[in-house]
């Protein structure tokens, strides 16, 4: 799938939940490989901030991000509306270090979103594959996030309070394309007895009854109901029973977990890819939120491209006897058994090395090594079965590799070694000339990269 933008911009006003601050916040297309950016432009200088896990620096009633002394909060519910909706690069303006929070839900993001519409960018989407379970546990609070192999995309959320009203609660996405419909209405809340603590903190200026969710759980007094309704400059409200004392209703049975959901997938879009795989959250917040983002960063940073998924109970693309009608070579020197996936910009294909190679003989007969030049030479192959797709009769023509740059060899390849290797179009193919970007992978790890140039030439 390709990256996405959104087509045109479009802005959102309204008071800061923190600060109490008028804000407006505008959201701009951006160019493939952008990412989610914040630009403080009443800042000198309009200092601009990554949206990616590293810069989270609070999660205190909110996620937090920052760069140097500019802050942005409250941006979790933006960025959920983004990512639900596919968007991958978006700059987003805003005049004040957090962003308006609306009616305290996601649902005016998405409706802008939906009326602007997105639009496919050339670069194709960089999706982070959980293939193994990853967890993080927070041993205090009993929070916890576990990531497992999906071929899609899900979440759900398990919530508990020690409260009468709100106790144990259960949500679920399914499908990221009904997060408008399921998931974006749902408003933040809080509990009555927390207003206090929070307002002395200096949080919550802008906090009151039409873009929260107000839980009122341990009965106190209708002077100190009235006390906090002063402090916070709202209206006073006489309550008598236990409950949900907002002036609008709730919106689902199960609001508050379907919210958590979706503070789940504003943490989870600071990672800076989508994901595919099942997230499971239990009591989530935005500690243990980001601090799974962060973990998928590490592992991002530690590895330049995660190994293709190489399923052999999967018919190939392309076996060896189509391979031999694209590529002259022929035994000893045919390195491709077959090509397991394959569009206009990438290949995947696979080489099963075996210890009858011709080369173990001599290198080494007491430590067979397979030469790196020969992975290269496969590497090279791979993707000459990438060039020749472009053309018309592609058995009428040959790939001639003109330049090989930036060989690295990282582990070595042994008999018993399955050999997948991974080559995608750096530049858009011009006068016959590609450039490509190679890498081999022995299960998990790279053992081997290189980028190449080639030359498609029309044989006599």
């Known amino acids: 799938m390709k990256q996405r933008t959104i087509k045109e911009s479009f802005s959102v006003s309204g008071k800061g939940l923190h600060t109490g601050l008028a804000i407006k916040a505008t959201f701009c297309p951006a160019p493939a490989g952008h990412g989610y950016k914040f630009k403080r432009i009443d800042l000198e200088d309009a200092p601009v901030i990554d949206a990616v896990a590293e810069n989270v ?47 305290g839900s996601a649902i005016e993001y998405a409706q802008k979103i939906e009326e602007v519409g997105v639009e496919e960018q050339a670069e194709e989407k960089d999706y982070y594959i959980v293939k193994q379970k990853m967890e993080v546990v927070d041993e205090k609070t009993g929070a916890s996030i576990i ?15 020690n409260s009468p009203v709100l106790s144990n609660q259960f949500a679920m996405l399914g499908n990221i394309d009904k997060f408008k419909d399921e998931i974006a209405a749902s408003r933040t809340f809080v509990f009555v007895r927390e207003v206090e603590p929070l307002v002395s903190n200096n949080l919550i200026k802008g906090g009151d009854l039409d873009n929260a969710i107000v839980i009122y759980d341990s009965p106190m007094s209708q002077e100190n109901l009235d006390k906090l309704a002063d402090l916070m400059g709202v209206p006073h409200k006489n309550v008598s029973e ?39 959250a239990v009591r989530p917040g935005h500690t243990i939120n980001t601090t799974f983002s962060k973990m998928v960063r590490r592992e991002i940073k530690r590895q330049d491209i995660q190994a293709p998924i190489y399923n052999p109970n999967v018919a190939p693309l392309m076996d060896v006897n189509k391979i031999r009608e694209l590529l002259p070579h022929r035994y000893p020197f045919l390195l491709v058994d077959k090509v397991i996936e394959k569009d206009e910009q990438h290949i995947v294909g696979v080489k099963n090395v075996s210890v009858n190679e011709p080369f173990f003989q001599g290198h080494f007969p007491q430590e067979p090594v397979m030469p790196g030049v020969l992975q290269v030479e496969a590497m090279a192959q791979v993707g ?75 044989n006599k």
């Open 57 to 103: 620096v609070e999660t205190q009633r909110g996620t937090v991000i920052a760069r140097g002394d500019a802050k942005v909060s409250t941006i979790e519910h933006a960025l959920a509306a983004l990512y639900a909706a596919g968007v991958d690069n978006c700059l987003i303006e805003v005049n004040a270090p957090e962003l308006p929070i609306l009616d």
């Open 147 to 161: 990531a497992l192999p999906d071929e899609d995309f899900s979440v759900e959320t398990m919530i508990e309070f």
């Open 242 to 280: 236990l409950g949900y004392i907002n002036n609008k209703p709730l919106v689902y049975d199960n609001e508050p977990a379907r919210h958590k959901l979706l503070d789940v997938l504003g943490d989870i879009a600071l990672i800076g890819r989508p994901l595919k795989g099942r997230i499971i």
């Open 384 to 458: 000459g079965l990438l060039v020749l797709s472009t053309v018309d009769d592609p058995e009428k023509y040959s790939t001639y590799f003109m330049k090989i740059d930036n060989v690295k060899f990282r582990q070595k390849v042994v008999p018993g070694d399955t050999l997948v290797f991974h080559l995608s179009l750096m530049s858009e193919i011009r006068r016959g000339c590609a450039v490509m970007k190679g890498y081999a992978f022995v299960g998990e790890k790279i053992v081997s990269e290189a980028e190449f140039m080639a030359q498609i030439v029309k």
